[in-house]
C-alpha cells in the first residue's frame, strides 16, 4: 500500500520559515519524481516545486529563491524548505509521487501565513 504523508505545516508569521516533509512507503522512492502542489483557499491547485530522480529541481516563478525542495533517497522522503513566506503562501500544501502516468498523492498539510 503507497502512502504519502506530509508533515511541518502550522501557523507562521509573515517572513517566517517552515520545512515541510513527505515520507513516502509502499514505492521504490528513488525513481519517483518528487512534487509539492499546494491549493489556496478559492483557488485552483499549482505546482510549487518538483524533483526528480537525479535531483534536479524545478519551481514555480512565485517561489523561486525563497522555496528550496529536495529529497533524501535514504528517508524515502521529500522535503520544502520555505523562507520569507507572505500571506498569499497560505494553503494546503500535498507531496505527490509520479512515475510514468501514475501519481500518488498525500492528504495534504495546511499552511497558514497571518499575524
Known amino acids: 500500500q503507497v502512502q504519502l504523508v506530509e508533515s511541518g505545516g502550522g501557523l507562521v508569521q509573515p517572513g517566517g520559515s517552515l520545512r515541510l516533509s513527505c515520507a513516502a512507503s509502499?514505492?521504490?522512492?528513488?525513481?519517483?519524481?518528487m512534487s509539492w502542489y499546494r491549493r489556496a483557499p478559492g483557488k485552483e491547485r499549482e505546482l510549487v516545486a518538483v524533483t526528480s530522480t537525479d535531483g534536479a529541481t524545478n519551481y514555480a516563478d512565485s517561489m523561486k529563491g525563497r522555496f528550496t525542495i529536495s529529497r533524501d533517497n535514504s528517508k524515502n522522503t521529500v522535503y520544502l524548505q520555505m523562507n520569507s513566506l507572505k500571506p498569499e503562501d497560505t494553503a494546503v500544501y500535498y507531496c505527490?509521487?509520479?512515475?510514468?502516468?501514475?501519481?500518488?498523492w498525500g492528504q495534504g498539510t495546511q499552511v497558514t501565513v497571518s499575524s
Open positions: 505527490a509521487a509520479r512515475l510514468g502516468p501514475g501519481t500518488y
Open positions: 509502499g514505492i521504490t522512492f528513488s525513481i519517483y519524481v
